[in-house]
Structures are given as structure tokens and as C-alpha cells.
């Protein structure tokens, strides 16, 4: 079995695709949540995600200074990649922070440095093109964004635009292999 066959049945086997009525980060709604956390907080299955995204990123010949990922879900998977890589660490929060320092992100970005950026789960990509900004302004270059899943709701148009876009699965990809779709598990 290859790493993203492994990765897929981590998700079933840890319930990690869940059916039911869910609210996104997007706003929108979902009949599915797919919960990259459980993966991410098991330690075989976050290993299995960072040699998957090293793995992706050296096929599609994505060279990078340092792993970055925004706060909260992706703190564990760029980590993880950091450890995998032995790149610096770099974490983006979702506002400046109110005290000490008052910066956005935690780790040092210098300008000029080419950036993997990696995120749990992408719908629309707001979330991560947001903390693409916030690197950017550093003076960063984003070299790709690699994302555990892609929920194919156009995420993947609206990154693609601007980066290289390494989903490691796709929901579609998901559903197949387990033959199962959102709507007949309702």
C-alpha cells in the first residue's frame, strides 16, 4: 500500500469523515466534516502526513527555506513537516497577538525566503491565502500550498491563481475509494 492509500484508510479507520449537518470555517454548510485533527493529533497518522507532503513536494519540484502553517490546524502538520524536512518552523496566527511583541507570526521569516505553506483542510482557501499574506509581507515567497484535503469547493481555482497547489487528497478522492458519497450517507 503506498503512503496515500495509507493516509486515506487513517481517515476512515480513525473516524475522521464524519456525516451529519456542519457548519465551515468558509461559513458554508456541509453534510460532511472531514476532520484532519483526529489524523493530525494521532502520531503514526501525522507522520504519514508529513512524509506524504515531503514526498508531493520534492515530485513537484517545490524547493523551500521554511514550513509554515496557520494556527490552529495546521500547528501540528507543519511541525510535523519541520521535523520531516529539517526546515525552520514558522506559525502564523490568525490576528497579531495583543501583547509582547504584537506579531502575526511565531519563528523568523527573512525576506526573500521561499516558503511551504500547508494547511489541514481547504475549502474555499481564505484561511490559507490569508496567512500567504501575512508571510508575503515579510518579504516571504510562497513556493506552494500543500493541504492534507481539498473539499473541492474551490479552493483549488482561487490558490492555483497565485501558487503551486499540492493537495495530498481530495474529497472526490476520499468518496471513491471508500465508495461512499456524502449524500448517501445521510
Do not use: C, W
Not at 502553517?69 to 495546521?74: R, S
Not at 483542510?121 to 493541504?147: C, H, N, P, Y
Amino acid at each position: 500500500m503506498n503512503l496515500k492509500d495509507e493516509l486515506i484508510e487513517a481517515f476512515f479507520s480513525e473516524g475522521a469523515v464524519l456525516f451529519g449537518r456542519f457548519v465551515l470555517t468558509s461559513g458554508r454548510e456541509s453534510d460532511y466534516y472531514i476532520n484532519v485533527k483526529k489524523l493530525s493529533t494521532n502520531p503514526r497518522a501525522l507522520r504519514l502526513i508529513a512524509r506524504l507532503m515531503a514526498e508531493e513536494a520534492g515530485k513537484a519540484g517545490v524547493e523551500f527555506d521554511r514550513v509554515a502553517g496557520p494556527e490552529l490546524g495546521a500547528v501540528p502538520i507543519a511541525t510535523a513537516l519541520a521535523l520531516e524536512t529539517g526546515k525552520p518552523l514558522v506559525i502564523v496566527r490568525k490576528k497579531p497577538k495583543g501583547h509582547g511583541t504584537g506579531s502575526q507570526i511565531e519563528g523568523e521569516v527573512k525576506p526573500g525566503e521561499r516558503i511551504l505553506l500547508v494547511e489541514d483542510v481547504t475549502t474555499t482557501g481564505g484561511s490559507v491565502l490569508r496567512a500567504a499574506e501575512v508571510l508575503e509581507k515579510l518579504g516571504a515567497k510562497i513556493t506552494a500550498i500543500s493541504v492534507v484535503v481539498d473539499r473541492e469547493e474551490g479552493a483549488k481555482d482561487r490558490i492555483g491563481e497565485r501558487y503551486t497547489f499540492l493537495p495530498l487528497v481530495t474529497v472526490s478522492e476520499l468518496f471513491e475509494r471508500r465508495d461512499v458519497s456524502p449524500v448517501e450517507e445521510r
